[in-house]
């Protein structure tokens, strides 16, 4: 009976641990998504802004351009996937990569060819795991991410929008990632970032209804948006990025109070067990010293006669 005790003894040791590492994790996690909140507050308005000078842009001028047109016969698209570096945040990549699965079958189911980018090594490990083509690919800075890493994803997707299709371009640009809406709920979204649709740039700017003022643009139309293209995608991945962290941050920090809560639960069930393992002992002990009492009270009694 000492030795189930020990064992008990030695599992609530282990759980405590566990519970303490897990308890640490659940509060850095809630100290980061405030500054991700924040981030994701002072990014939003530039890249609303921007997109309604794209929008205007467009509306204002007859150019044909990559960021604004659509192809008449599209085939071939990327998808540019954000997942997490690290675990220990839930179903938060999984529920991301099973996005982009989904997105990337309707792609296929309309004809098009699709180029996966991934940022994040869970993306990374489930895409070399199953021996998935992946076009390119970024780690290093999921749970906070900068406008220099930004910059440095869009790099190889602008390229690939202002590329033909002959030679390895495409006619779509797709993003997939976990919006922040609060902090019980994460939502995994596919928004078409390249062409931009001008009816849904409009509902999301809120200019929808509105009249756009006409302008002149020099040198050109095409030009203005040959310099706006970079920026607009830049701004949306940025975006993306923080809305991805912090939403990594807010299912990291509910999956470890999950896990504090039940290791709680855990040691007060093996606490349980050992006390009654420890009031078995104890019975027992005393059983054997009446038992043994009684022996020699019966012993001593023959004796004397």
């Known amino acids: 009976m000492g030795a189930q005790l020990r064992v008990y003894k030695r599992r609530i040791r282990s759980v405590t641990a566990t519970k303490k590492i897990t308890k640490a994790m659940e509060m850095i996690a809630a100290s980061r998504i405030v500054k991700a909140q924040r981030k994701v507050a002072a990014s939003t308005p530039y890249a609303t802004e921007l997109t309604r000078a794209v929008t205007a842009v467009a509306t204002g001028s007859n150019t044909n351009h990559p960021l ?22 839930g179903g938060y990549s999984s529920n991301a990569i099973k996005q982009a699965d989904r997105l990337t079958e309707r792609l296929r189911g309309e004809g098009k060819e699709v180029d ?3 940022v994040g090594r869970k993306g990374v490990a489930y ?10 690919a970024w780690t290093g800075f999921s749970d906070n991410p900068s406008y ?28 997939v990632f976990t919006e922040f809406v609060s ?15 001008l009816a849904k740039a409009a509902e999301e700017t809120g200019a929808k209804g509105e009249i756009l003022p006409l302008f002149d ?21 940025y975006n993306a990025l923080l809305q991805a962290a912090a939403s990594e941050h807010a299912a990291r920090r509910r999956a470890m109070k999950s896990a504090t809560d039940n290791a709680g639960d855990l040691i007060n069930s093996l606490s349980r067990l050992a006390n009654a393992a420890r009031q078995a002992e104890i ?15 019966d012993a001593t009694a023959g004796s004397d006669k």
């Open 68 to 89: 604004t047109t659509e192809a008449e016969s599209p085939t071939r698209a990327a998808v540019l996937l954000i997942t997490s570096d690290r675990g220990l945040a």
């Open 116 to 118: 996966t980018y991934i």
């Open 127 to 136: 895409y070399g795991f199953r021996e998935r083509k992946v076009a390119d």
């Open 148 to 175: 220099a890493d930004a910059k440095q994803v869009a790099a190889p997707l602008i390229a690939a929008v202002q590329q033909d299709t002959a030679d390895g371009g495409v006619d779509e640009l797709h993003i």
């Open 183 to 197: 902090m019980m709920t994460q939502t995994p979204v596919d928004n078409r970032m390249l062409p931009l649709s």
């Open 217 to 237: 643009f020099e040198p050109s139309a095409e030009d203005v948006l040959d310099a706006l293209l970079p920026r607009y995608v830049e701004s949306r991945v």
């Open 283 to 297: 019975t027992q002990e005393i059983s054997e010293i009446v038992g043994g009492a009684s022996a020699l009270a």
